[in-house]
């Protein structure tokens, strides 16, 4: 299993197949309204159309990486960027970050200790750690670590095009 990293721009709409349900032909209400179902059925597919398009137009890029690999990255990177590091056993959530007090903890802390199966990050966040990233872009190239230099330039075009993530 690995983990997906979709960086997206915002939509503004809902995905209407979570929203709503398909009309069905079955449905009591239209028993007797074959017009309205057509109606219906017509406005939900122009929807999910618009949504799909949307959608398509939303995504930037992705990231994919295994839920260990994710893991020993963010253990690395905390280090390479001089913020903090992690104790404890990391693998089996029996551990604590610990990290510099600086105007910025917050926005790496929730990158840092993020669920790495769900959720979302935002653009705040992400610029944030691209400029830690990149203050520290020597000590990341240095570091012989492909991961950790792929990921960055993720977090940099992620940056440039003022996109969230999506962890899926």
Not at 55 to 74: C, H, N, P
Not at 81 to 108: C, P
Not at 158 to 166: D, L, Q, T, Y
Request: net charge negative; charged share 30%.
């Amino acid at each position: 299993m690995s983990l997906a990293i979709i960086a997206t721009r915002e939509i503004g709409m809902i995905d209407p197949y979570q929203q709503y349900s398909r009309p069905s032909s079955n449905d009591f209400a239209y028993r007797n309204n074959h017009a309205k179902y057509e109606s219906d059925i017509k406005e939900f597919e122009q929807l999910s159309e618009r949504y799909e398009h949307l959608s398509e137009k939303a995504w930037v890029k992705d990231y994919t990486i295994g839920y260990i690999q994710f893991t020993l990255l963010r253990q690395k990177l905390v280090k390479l960027i001089e913020f903090g590091e992690f104790t404890g056993n990391v693998m089996s959530d029996n551990y604590r970050l610990h990290y510099k007090d600086i105007e910025d903890a917050q926005n790496l802390k929730e990158f840092f200790l993020h669920s790495d199966c769900d959720g979302e990050l935002g653009t705040e966040q992400i610029e944030v750690l691209n400029k830690h990233m990149q203050q520290h872009s020597d000590a990341i190239l240095n570091s012989g670590e492909p991961g950790i230099i792929k990921f960055a330039e993720f977090v940099k075009k992620s940056v440039e095009e003022n996109v969230c993530w999506k962890f899926i």
